[in-house]
């Protein structure tokens, strides 16, 4: 229930954002105002939510072995006296808040709310609910992409190593900068988005599965 309420909420403040309605901007900050209270109230005090939740918690309290980053991350939240909960909720912000500032950066402001009710709608529950360190790294490995966008080389490179740090498989977006320097006909970028489109359904098909999963 609550994930389908924060695809209504960003949906509302889009239409309420970009269409012509009487006091759109005192309702498109009140929607806006609700809907980023309510993702944070959900991701960030949520108790024993998410299938990799048990895993996760182990991990911070044994101090199993996990990727660099995460584990300094790890002893940074133990060294200030926060328990689990408190990870849980640092990691949240963190990913979160990369994401909207470069969903802030590459929308623009008419496709901001679409950005996030496209991202609520698809990858909230897998990323954000579950596999909390691949979201954090793909935050990352997303605001790379904007320093691709702006051809900041450095940036780029910096930022792929953290997010590797975090999950090893980030790795493999540290050589797709050399790609800005390929020229595709509008033929081939319709045909890579189709495929893209493609490999991705079965994700999205199984995303009201997986939140099913994690009510039951």
Request: proline letters at 2%.
């Amino acid at each position: 229930m609550y994930y389908y309420t924060l695809v209504v909420l960003a949906y509302a403040t889009f239409l309420l954002d970009n269409f012509n309605v009487r006091n759109k901007e005192k309702y498109s900050c009140l929607f806006a105002y609700v809907f980023f209270s309510v993702i944070f109230f959900i991701s960030s005090f949520r108790y024993e939510v998410g299938s990799d939740y048990p895993g996760y918690k182990e991990i911070f309290e044994y101090d199993d072995p996990i990727e660099p980053l995460f584990a300094l991350l790890i002893k940074a939240v133990k060294y200030i006296g926060g328990n689990y909960e408190v990870f849980v909720a640092i990691i949240f912000i963190l990913s979160f808040g990369l994401k909207l500032f470069v969903f802030r950066k590459l929308a623009f402001r008419k496709g901001f709310y679409l950005s996030m009710m496209l991202f609520c709608s698809f990858y909230y529950i897998a990323y954000e609910m579950n596999a909390i360190r691949q979201g954090l790294a793909m935050s990352l490995t997303l605001l790379a992409v904007y320093y691709a966008y702006m051809r900041k080389k450095i940036k780029y490179i910096t930022v792929c190593l953290l997010a590797s740090f975090i999950h090893y498989t980030a790795f493999c977006f540290i050589p797709f900068y050399l790609l800005l320097n390929i020229k595709l006909k509008k033929i081939h970028i319709v045909g890579i988005c189709l495929l893209c489109v493609l490999l991705s359904m079965n994700q999205i098909i199984s995303v009201p599965l997986k939140w099913d999963e994690l009510n039951n």
